[in-house]
Nanobody, 112 residues
């Protein structure tokens, strides 16, 4: 059974930081590109950042310089370090493997 399990979401004040983790089944992690998407209420799901199997990264303009995506191939885990969080970063964050498999999502709320 393939699965992606996100963790690390929560409530944080503006300017704060969070680190999201996504543990994937080995069969859908090794050699696959991984990505984080987010969906805010009433909005479409959007790409936040992705990382190739070799570690090349790509970011949405709205998070560039604040968020960092990384992967630990030994742990089958992809991370999203989020710094300088803003209210507009509030959303459910999803991890995906190759955009074919998706996690259940983790809520991130940025509010004072």
């Amino acid at each position: 059974q393939v699965q992606l399990v996100e963790s690390g979401g929560g409530l944080v004040q503006p300017g704060g930081s969070l680190r999201l983790s996504c543990l994937a089944s080995r069969s859908i992690f090794s050699g696959y590109p991984m990505a984080w998407y987010r969906q805010a209420p009433g909005k479409e799901r959007e790409l936040v950042a992705d990382i190739s199997s070799s570690g090349r990264t790509n970011y949405a303009g709205s998070v560039k310089g604040r968020f960092t995506i990384s992967r630990d191939n030994a742990k089958n885990t992809v991370y999203l370090q989020m710094n300088s969080l803003k209210a507009e970063d509030t959303a459910v964050y999803f991890c995906t493997s190759g955009r074919a498999y998706w996690g259940q999502g983790t809520q991130v709320t940025v509010s004072s």
